[in-house]
């Protein structure tokens, strides 16, 4: 909050219960915000992180919700210096060329926020903000579709503005390539007001110290439990990877003995020695990103030709 006033937040990763300790990290701020996980259930893979608001206390203005039962939004209209302003702040399913159902989940996203922008016309201008999940500089289902809501509510993004200043606002750590899929939709009275619109990237990851018993803890980018390798972004890439090396080991051996084997040993072999990695843990590692996963694939692949 040390660069802003209003900070919109995506990813939180708090229940709704737990909101309240987003301001506790923060002076003199006020929180508006919404969990995308149910507490009542099991959770695993990696469900919706929630949206916040985050308000200086100083501002002088009126905050009323907007009711929605879309768990990746929060809506607010806020009345300062006489002006009623729309804001939204949403968190939005992956970019897709080709998966439909995925689109489809994007699309109802927009149809949400189209439904309350069209449902509350007294407000003077609307701002939408967060991670759009597409880079306008490449071809997608889900960039149609944005465009799309973009040309019947009027809104531009402030990436178009002459004062834009954005290298990327997201980074594939395992290829290095930066995107720019977090994105403002600004109606045309405030993106002509835009004096500056740029990018800020952190350099420095912060660091957790944590005691026990008042020894600190080492921090560790992957451990291992029961028999389940867990990084600290769970992206369950090394698990994956750990899954690939032992079933390309089982696939070897196999594959130098099958010759020898009638089909039905061959088929006790592939349950004995592939079948137990690919099923342990996969209720929690099978909701991995799938380039990860695609690896995964290759090892069963691999492992269903040698037995075909």
């Not at 389940?228 to 994956?240: E, M, N, P, R």
């Amino acid at each position: 909050m040390d660069n802003c006033d209003i900070l919109l937040l995506q990813e939180h990763w708090y229940f709704d219960a737990d909101l309240h300790k987003i301001a506790g990290q923060c002076d003199n701020v006020t929180v508006y915000g919404a969990s995308g996980m149910d507490s009542s259930l099991m959770l695993y893979g990696r469900p919706f992180g929630g949206c916040a608001f985050v308000f200086r206390n100083f501002l002088k203005c009126s905050v009323t919700r907007i009711a929605s039962s879309c768990k990746r939004l929060i809506a607010l209209i806020v009345e300062i210096a006489g002006a009623r302003i729309m804001m939204i702040n949403v968190y939005m399913p992956c970019d897709t060329v080709y998966d439909v159902a995925v689109a489809d989940m994007y699309n109802d996203v927009l149809n949400e926020i189209e439904l309350i922008v069209d449902s509350h016309p007294q407000v003077d201008c609307v701002i939408i903000g967060g991670d759009l999940n597409v880079d306008f500089e490449r071809n997608s289902l889900n960039k149609q579709s944005l465009l799309s809501m973009c040309d019947r509510q009027c809104l531009r993004s402030g990436l178009r503005s002459h004062v834009a200043s954005v290298d990327f606002t997201y980074m594939n750590e395992a290829t290095g390539s930066g995107s720019i899929i977090d994105h403002f939709l600004l109606t045309e009275d405030l993106f002509q007001k835009i004096s500056a619109y740029s990018s800020l990237h952190r350099l420095r990851e912060l660091e957790l110290k944590i005691k026990i018993d008042n020894t600190l803890t080492k921090t560790v980018t992957v451990c291992k439990y029961l028999g389940v390798y867990i990084d600290q972004k769970l992206s369950w890439a090394d698990h994956i990877q750990h899954v690939c090396i032992k079933t390309s080991r089982s696939i070897g051996i196999m594959n130098k003995v099958s010759k020898f084997l009638d089909e039905k040993t061959i088929q006790l072999q592939y349950s004995s020695l592939v079948l137990p990695y690919l099923n342990y843990g996969n209720i929690i590692w099978g909701r991995a990103a799938a380039t990860h996963l695609s690896r995964a694939a290759t090892s069963l692949t691999e492992a269903c030709r040698e037995n075909s």
